[in-house]
């Protein structure tokens, strides 16, 4: 009976024009543009400045601030007035204002230099780190300034080494959470509009009156987006070879295990949402609901540990958690399973859930 059944699915899904292209197309250009675009590396910062000193050392140290790469210097304005008036009409994103004492002030080595920052902070992430870059580079440039050290061998020297992303690319940290993304998507939606669409089909009528049972039928549709969703990764991992050349560190058997657990607990989910909808509408929103929900109580934006603590244990219902952390573990450090386990267990906890759910939702019954 299952063999039937298999054959019946999979003969639906590849009579679909749509589905078999979306399939393919859908992981290859999310995984082809999205780490390029969700990138949150803050660059081309604009910024004035307000001179008020004129001196050899404010020249340079504007030119360090315009030679930085993270700022792009709109005019040199002669008044606070003028630089309000430019965020106001965002014209620029930082206005700083040089004190008149400046090239003195260094000299006499004074410790009450100040070098005024006026941000627009309406985008937080980029008025917080343009601050940060600022505050770096004016440091650093008063540093150079500081008298050698009588002792050259005195003093601390630091040394970063940056492990698993040695050269702090965005998209090689973004690339296997748009996986688990793409992933979520087709594993998601697909199933959830399966059931729904053949009970408006009226196919459904037709399998109920069958001595079909509940958990052989929810197994054949489990089988094919299952099956889908590995090649679906696979898509995937081909790209972020062949574009960014990213090489999971970790056994393939490990990562392909991780997925194919999440793919059916996913893809459950799905059919629980797809039992308890009357229409295709209803699943659509239903599922896009809980996928948004999903998504942000993940991690993938923000840190877990950064929510709230009742939004920390609502977090750990949700199955992408579990696969982002092992996603980017496996990817990334090339860990294990027995260093992943408690993550593999909650994702097996949580398929066995969902699953178990869908075949006792699924109502085996005509009208």
């Not at 430019?86 to 014209?91: D, L, Q, R, S």
């Not at 996928?291 to 750990?316: C, H, R």
Request: charged share 15%; hydrophobic share 45%; with cysteine.
């Amino acid at each position: 009976m299952l063999k039937y059944l298999l054959e019946k699915e999979f003969k639906q899904f590849i009579r679909n024009r749509f589905l078999p292209r979306l399939v393919i197309a859908m992981p290859f250009i999310a995984t082809l543009i999205f780490p390029l675009v969700a990138n949150f590396d803050v660059k081309d910062i604009r910024i004035s400045i307000i001179d008020h000193d004129h001196s050899s050392y404010s020249h340079q140290l504007i030119e360090k601030i315009k030679s930085s790469g993270y700022f792009v210097l709109q005019e040199m304005l002669n008044n606070d007035q003028q630089g309000i008036q430019n965020i106001e009409e965002k014209n620029t994103d930082i206005i700083i204002e040089i004190p008149s004492n400046f090239e003195k002030s260094l000299i006499n080595n004074r410790q009450n230099i100040k070098v005024l920052f006026i941000v627009n902070a309406v985008n937080g992430i980029r008025g917080g780190l343009g601050s940060g870059y600022l505050s770096q580079i004016i440091n650093s440039f008063s540093n150079q300034l500081k008298p050698q050290a009588v002792d050259q061998k005195q003093g601390i020297e630091l040394v970063a080494n940056y492990w698993y992303n040695p050269t702090l690319a965005y998209p090689i940290y973004m690339i296997p959470a748009i996986m688990i993304m793409v992933l979520s998507m087709i594993s998601g939606f697909l199933p959830a509009l399966n059931i729904v669409g053949e009970k408006q089909n009226g196919t459904m009528e037709q399998i109920n009156v069958t001595p079909i049972k509940k958990s052989t039928f929810i197994l054949s549709k489990l089988i094919p987006y299952w099956v889908v969703g590995l090649l679906v990764l696979t898509v995937c991992m081909i790209v972020s070879v062949f574009v960014y050349n990213l090489y999971p560190q970790g056994s393939l058997f490990t990562l392909y295990l991780f997925v194919g657990v999440f793919i059916l607990g996913y893809s459950g989910f799905g059919l629980v949402i797809s039992n308890y909808a009357t229409t295709v509408q209803q699943a659509m929103f239903m599922m896009f609901f809980f996928v948004i929900t999903f998504v942000f109580m993940s991690g993938l934006y923000t840190p877990i540990e950064n929510m709230p603590l009742w939004a920390q244990y609502l977090s750990d219902i949700s199955p992408l958690k579990y696969m982002m952390s092992s996603m980017r573990g496996i990817y990334l450090k090339g860990s294990s399973l027995m260093d992943l386990k408690s993550e593999f267990l909650s994702l097996v906890i949580i398929a066995l859930f969902f699953n178990l759910w869908a075949v006792l939702s699924y109502q085996k019954k005509t009208s």
